[in-house]
């Protein structure tokens, strides 16, 4: 079972900046593509970016596209996103997620991101956006 934990979370005012973190203790994320969502409240689960497996490609929602980075830090098992000018309706539990292999995400493969590309999840980390 691989087993993601998201960290990072917090509360933030508006303009502000987060940097959240996906990582796993069982295995390596290198052979996986890693994807970010935002569930808020009221509304379904919105894919934001996502990175390939080998960090050549990333992709963003167009909510976030020029605000958020998605990145990948191997010697640290971790993927990273970065959120910048937070706004309200950025709040939500965020989630990372995963897939085995190339395709997810690489320069083969065409958005939007969609939850029923990903198998492995995180319990998600709560980010408020207020004034």
């Known amino acids: 079972q691989l087993t993601l934990v998201e960290s990072g979370g917090g509360s933030v005012q508006p303009g502000g900046s987060l940097k959240l973190s996906c990582t796993t203790s069982?295995?390596?994320?290198?052979?996986?593509?890693i994807g970010w969502f935002r569930q808020a409240p009221g509304k379904e689960r919105e894919g934001g970016a996502c990175i390939s497996m080998n960090g050549v490609t990333t992709e963003y929602a167009e909510s976030v596209k020029g605000r958020f980075t998605v990145a990948r830090d191997d010697a640290k098992n971790t993927v990273v996103l970065e959120m910048n000018s937070l706004n309200a309706e950025d709040t939500g539990v965020y989630l990372c997620a995963a897939d085995y292999g190339y395709y997810t995400c690489s320069e083969y493969w065409t958005g939007p991101i969609r939850t029923d590309d990903f198998n492995w999840w995180g319990q998600g980390t709560q980010v408020a956006v207020s004034s």
């Open positions: 069982r295995f390596t994320l290198e052979g996986y593509a």
